[in-house]
């Protein structure tokens, strides 16, 4: 009797599974299920590739910022053979190879978005491909193996629209379609989610900054892809924070007037800084003749040897260590040495023509501004009250570059993990935003993304072109 028993619950066992599956089968047979997975599996492979190249790019990068430092602990004054040579090769590699993946790479995504159509005349492809992958890691590395003060995340935004983009050309004819627009939006959200491990951030970014579309339209795409590219660079690097656990005072309302203070200075010295590299980049421009521009990157690179020279090491690289420092060490002595440091190495490191980020050479400027300013006003009373205000200043001078003020207000958020200096974040952000718009109406983002459309030789289209007196139709 109990194997009589066993068998026959085995058998209804077996029944009631076949049965679902055949429900399965039917409700697939009857809805879009087989084509939403479909539409789906593009933006999840090319996730999982973007968190894979963002990895090993950051492993690459880390490793070729501690053997500069190596280089310069022998002599400091090695930076004099060491910058010029990497911002040549850097200048070299994007000059002989892919001009488009110099700079930071937003802009390049940011233009690729706007023109990215379905037919056969789409001109995305010119900033977003194969080869700029390679250029774009290769000469960002060779820039910052010699010092130069750029980062990676710009340039990963870019490597993530150009894998995505990849993928929507390397799909079948008989796939259903999926839109390249969208996939290249999704592409800069997962880049920054996988660049600075800050998924809202990426979320936010693609909503304030990539598009000018309802999110409606791409929502799912890109919280999967978010998530995704997030979990997978997690599982390489592990649960990290980008900068740590800072510790935080309660900040009361009196307090407040010593962050707005200190966002209106942040924010107008972001926003010159922005066309301080908008001039540079017209000097630039100017120089005719086959060897002048690398003339150009030799003066840049002599130049931010002389800055480092003069105003210290805090000037190298991506300044990921003078965050750390001002957030974290026990005895920190900002000076105007280390602001001007941390102004003009960028600014020259940029301007020679490589491949570089301004996003964390932002956050270092923002930090070394509130550092100093905080300690020669004696607003800081607390260690607390001194990274708070540390904060503040690299949410607005993030700000005051980028003029995306909830980017970067969760940006920093994330990357620290004190929810308990919200809303002091997002002040900040909201009032760098507005004294930057006083001093320049768009961002540095937008008029590099402006010149580089007006570079390309079919743009606007002739069908785009609007009758004088004819509004455009409006995006439902």
Not at 236 to 241: D, F, M, T
Not at 292 to 313: Q, R
Request: proline letters at 5%.
């Amino acid at each position: 009797m109990p194997v009589e028993r066993s068998s026959t619950l085995t058998e209804k066992l077996k029944a009631l599974f076949s049965g679902l599956l055949e429900r399965v089968r039917q409700f697939v047979a009857r809805t879009n299920a087989k084509d939403f997975i479909l539409l789906a599996l593009p933006y999840q492979v090319s996730a999982v590739l973007t968190a894979l190249v963002a990895v090993g790019y950051t492993w690459l990068f880390n490793w070729m910022e501690e053997r500069n430092a190596d280089l310069l602990a022998i002599d400091h004054r090695l930076i004099f053979l060491s910058a010029p040579i990497s911002f040549l090769l850097s200048w070299w590699l994007v000059f002989r190879f892919a001009p488009l993946a110099g700079g930071s790479g937003i802009p390049q995504l940011m233009a690729a978005v706007e023109v990215a159509t379905e037919k056969k005349t789409d001109r995305s492809w010119r900033f977003l491909n194969v080869r700029i992958i390679i250029v774009k890691i290769a000469s960002s590395l060779a820039m910052v193996v010699g010092g130069g003060a750029v980062g990676r995340e710009g340039p990963t935004l870019q490597i993530a629209g150009s894998i995505y983009r990849s993928v929507h050309k390397l799909l079948p004819p008989f796939w259903p379609r999926v839109s390249r627009q969208v996939m290249m939006i999704t592409g800069g959200a997962a880049g920054l989610s996988a660049a600075f491990n800050t998924p809202l951030g990426g979320i936010v970014f693609a909503v304030e900054e990539l598009t000018k579309t309802h999110i409606a339209q791409f929502r799912t795409a890109v919280l999967t892809a978010v998530i995704l590219s997030g979990m997978t660079a997690q599982w390489l690097l592990g649960p990290y924070l980008m900068l740590g656990y800072p510790k935080l005072a309660p900040a009361t309302v009196s307090f407040m007037y010593k962050i707005l203070l200190l966002s209106v200075v942040a924010g107008i010295l972001g926003a010159l800084f922005c066309r301080g590299l908008l001039a540079m980049d017209k000097l630039r421009r100017k120089l005719k003749g086959a060897w002048i521009p690398a003339g150009f990157a030799v003066l840049c690179s002599l130049l931010f040897a002389c800055t480092v020279y003069f105003f210290g090491a805090s000037a190298l690289g991506s300044g990921h260590h003078l965050l750390q420092d001002h957030l974290f060490a026990e005895n920190v002595d900002p000076s105007w040495r280390t602001v001007t440091g941390r102004l003009l190495g960028p600014l020259f490191s940029f301007s020679s023509g490589g491949a570089g980020g301004i996003f964390a050479p932002s956050l270092a400027s923002g930090a070394a501004v509130g550092g100093w300013l905080t300690e020669q006003l004696g607003l800081a009373e607390s260690r607390g009250q001194f990274n708070l205000l540390v904060l503040a200043g690299m949410t607005a001078f993030l700000t005051g570059v980028t003029r995306s003020p909830f980017t970067s207000a969760i940006i920093v958020l994330e990357m620290t993990d004190r929810h308990s200096a919200i809303f002091q974040l997002m002040y900040a952000s909201i009032v760098g935003y507005l004294i930057a718009y006083v001093v320049d109406r768009k961002s540095y983002y937008e008029r590099m993304k402006d010149r580089l459309l007006k570079g390309l030789p079919d743009w606007p289209p002739k069908e785009e072109v609007q009758p004088a007196g004819v509004r455009p139709k409006a995006v439902e």
